[in-house]
């Protein structure tokens, strides 16, 4: 049996209980065995016998937090809407131009037409630049197939994704996300057929959990409710796009199924927040969409911790409303935007959002957890929501293992 010890390190536990500072440790030490953490704690209280015959890491004083999770991302996706983006500038919203017929349903489009090589090279590149940023572990969503061919080549190359980079990914079939064009006329022929495509997907393996888009340029109450169903017969975990626009009591309604979590949230309500406290759902708060769609109504924070609902942060990746991927600026803007404490953006992107993947092994440095870390320049973990447009990782250790550094890759 031989050990590993990363020694010389301020560590950033962020464990269960130790919220009010980080669960910082001076001067600590983590033991790796295999792919996971064998102890975790001050170097001076260390046990003996983790030293016999164990390969040493200098970690020269860098902060140590756990491998970060981005748990909300529309990695795979064809093409891009930079189009819309200047549409928005001479005027149009975001809603006239779904309506219009753009939006979510041109990108269905573009990524019909893309073959799964070229949805694997677009997407890696952008996950290259979260992997550069130390995330270790991630979801991605389908919903722009919008076809049982469609939606699993997407969730293909997905997998494929995590097969052939040194990362996680969790997998949500996200049929709910868009009426698509043959459906025009007719969303509630169209979730019937997203919910007889649930059974099959999850044969090949392809889905982890189940998400839909409940607002009014999305699916509505009752037909958000149908997907769940068949969700919840196939024992899938659900999780749901609620209150982006609107309030269509789609956190509760997610709740009553246990959902894992409810994501973007501006405009839930006090019996929503309830709801979600009493099932133990997680709030993703989305930054990045918030900001690039000039949002003015922010997710009701204080509600959110007066019911003690959970709140993750998550890039909401997608050509649409977040074309981001950089998960160490959405924990800037949940600072700046939308007033969460640096400690509790920093749990949001480790243990609240391991959390919203039902993931119970990463997200805090512990005994037993996965050895997912990265090491950081930074000397206190506030730095890393203070600054903005930087990037401080020094390396990330996924599995145990050291990961290379992906080079980095030009747009052209
Ligand atoms: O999370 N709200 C729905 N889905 C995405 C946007 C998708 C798009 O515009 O392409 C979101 O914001
Ligand atoms: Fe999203």
Redesign the pocket.
Known sequence: MSFEIWENARLATMQEGQDANYGLIEDGALVVEGERLAWVGMRAEMPAQYRHGAVLHDAHHALITPGLIDC?T?LV?GGH?ANEFELRLNGAS?EDI?RAGG??KS?VQATRLATEAQLFEAATKRLTNLLKEGVTTLEVKS??GLSLAQEAKCLRVARQLAQHHPVQIKNTF?GA??VPPEFQDNPDAYIDSVVAMIEPLKAEGLIDAVDA?C?R??FTYSQTEKVFKEAQRLNLPVKL?AE??TDSHGASLAAQYGALSC??LEWLSEEGAAAMSKAGTVAVL?PG?FYF?RETKLPPIELLRQHQVPMAIST?S?????PCTSILLMLNMACTFMRLTPQEALAGVTRIAAQALGLKDRGSLNAAQRADFVLWDVKHPAELAYAFGSNPCLSTIWGGRVRETPSVQNHH
Do not use: V
Request: proline share 3%; glycine share 12%; charged share 10%.
């Open positions: 909300h529309h996706y809407r975001y779904a939006g979510i990108t919903g722009y996200l996300h868009a888009f607002d340029i999305g796009h982006q626009l994501d973007h989305l969409a769609l909401d997608n050509p649409g409303s977040s």
